[in-house]
């Protein structure tokens, strides 16, 4: 076997695996009906980033032939989840990779990332300046004769979206069966919206004999208050940019914006209800289902998962009974341990 043939073996390697589709007794109680679990804190990266952002790592480095003596490098701009699996997947395959998070980026997010021998910077307040200082200063000192830049966006790239689709393929085929209705509700958190553009197409290019029913099952699009610009942008007609004043404690939703496809997709194109959490009931969404599941994970996938703590699934679906099925995506997330979930309990835990 060639060295180049070994290579081209190794990237065929998914970045990403199958989760999980796991039932849970505490949500389903909450809820009123089934609610399963699409465990995606069981990827390498912690999160689902690693499909998306894997699968553009992968496919790069498949369609792309550098000249003798080049390599390629592998930049990304990320609240640090998507960064990490950049680097993660960057890792595998043994590719360079640099990854710049903003200031507020915590320490132990950004161990973690260079743990995988990525490169980490630190600039800006929000992930719009580390993208933007990404874009002009760290990608521009590349020497074009030995690496070729490689610009991954965490969420606005059909790539990735394609890999993020494959979430949706999964619970399909995990929850397609003949005597059992389909999900009446996918639930999910949105940043720049390449998860749920990834579920959106994933659900709308699926076939079988039940093609029409999966193409017409509403997601549940869920942020925090402040970085609804998804929310925002729905009530306004027009994509709304995130202002830099700004805070949530979901930093990793805290994107500059959404996709225009993101608006397109919610705005009609496809079954989708938008809602807003309060940071507190993000917080407070993580440590119940630490405590509930053994599971820790961040508020970007807390805010997802306190629509049910918080019981707002019958304003949404008004009709949801004992029967029916809900999945809700557990997107993960690295940046938290036990000492940041006992944070959230002094500043906002609810008994």
Not at 1 to 24: A, H
Not at 192 to 216: C, D, I, M, P, T
Not at 283 to 288: F, V
């Amino acid at each position: 076997m060639t060295i180049k043939s070994d290579m081209e073996g190794r990237w065929l390697r998914k970045p990403y695996i199958q989760t999980p589709l796991i039932p849970s007794l505490y949500l389903s109680k909450l809820a009123g009906c089934r609610v399963l679990m699409k465990m995606e804190t069981c990827q390498s990266s912690g999160s689902f980033k690693s499909r998306g952002l894997g699968y553009l790592v992968q496919q790069t480095l498949l369609h792309t032939s550098p000249n003798p003596g080049q390599e390629l490098h592998f930049f990304s701009s990320s609240g640090g989840n998507a960064g990490y699996a950049t680097a993660v997947a960057c890792q595998q395959y043994r590719q360079k990779c640099t990854v710049c998070v903003p200031l507020r980026t915590s320490s132990r997010m950004v161990d973690r990332i260079r743990m995988t021998g990525a490169t980490v910077i630190s600039h800006g307040q929000t992930i719009g300046e580390a993208d933007k200082y990404l874009h002009t200063v760290l990608m521009t000192q590349c020497d074009t004769k030995v690496e070729i830049p490689i610009y991954c966006h965490p969420y606005n790239n059909p790539i990735v979206w394609k890999g993020n689709s494959t979430l949706a393929s999964e619970i399909i085929d995990q929850t397609d069966h003949e005597k059992e209705k389909v999900p009446s509700l996918i639930i999910c958190s949105v940043g720049g919206g390449g998860l749920y553009n990834g579920l959106v197409s994933g659900f709308l290019g699926a076939g079988g004999h039940r093609k029409k029913e999966w193409k017409e099952v509403p997601i549940l699009a869920v942020e925090t208050t402040g970085c609804a610009t998804l929310y925002k942008s729905l009530k306004a007609q027009s994509l709304i940019t995130q202002q830099a004043d700004d805070y949530t404690i979901a930093l990793s939703l805290a994107t500059p914006d959404i996709t225009p496809e993101t608006l397109e997709y919610a705005n009609g194109l496809y079954p989708t209800h938008s809602i807003i959490v309060e940071d507190r009931d993000a917080a407070n969404a993580c440590i119940r289902f630490a405590e509930d599941h053994k599971v820790l994970v961040e508020p970007a996938c807390g805010t997802a998962l306190a629509a049910i703590y918080q019981e707002r699934l019958k304003e949404i679906v008004p009709k949801l009974t004992p029967d029916d099925t809900v999945v809700v995506v557990v997107c993960g997330g690295s940046a938290v341990d036990c000492q940041t979930l006992q944070e959230y309990r002094n500043n906002y835990f609810e008994v």
